[in-house]
């Protein structure tokens, strides 16, 4: 198994950016893809991006292309998003997911999971 711990949310003004970082511990990290996802209020959780082992492939929802960057450190056990050009409609909690295998978009194929940070853009 192995356990996630999320950092790096807080308030920031539209239009700024914040890294999240996300420490794994347990199981070697390389074994597993990636993922980052959001829940906001009254919504699911979706998608916003995946690394795959060994940083071959990387993933982005639309709303997130273009602005998101998503990377990982096999050598420290970490995966970050970089967010950029916040909007408001990227609030929520973010959470960091690791996966075996399967369609990296969907959380389904996600079995462990972080607590969440939360990210406020305000307008």
């Known amino acids: 198994q192995v356990r996630l711990l999320e950092s790096g949310g807080g308030l920031v003004q539209a239009g700024g950016s914040l890294t999240l970082s996300c420490v794994a511990s347990g199981r070697t990290f390389s074994f597993y893809h990636m993922g980052w996802f959001r829940q906001a209020p009254g919504k699911a959780r979706e998608f916003v991006a995946a690394?795959?082992?060994?940083?071959?492939?990387?993933y982005f929802s639309d709303s997130a292309k273009g602005r998101f960057i998503v990377s990982r450190d096999n050598a420290k056990n970490t995966t970050s998003l970089e967010m950029n050009q916040l909007e408001p409609g990227d609030t929520a909690v973010y959470y960091c997911?690791?996966?075996?295998?399967?369609?990296?978009?969907?959380?389904?194929?996600?079995?462990?999971w972080g607590q969440g940070t939360q990210v406020t853009v305000s307008s």
């Open positions: 997911a690791a996966s075996e295998g399967g369609d990296l978009m969907k959380k389904h194929f996600y079995g462990y």
């Open positions: 690394v795959a082992r060994d940083d071959r492939y990387t």
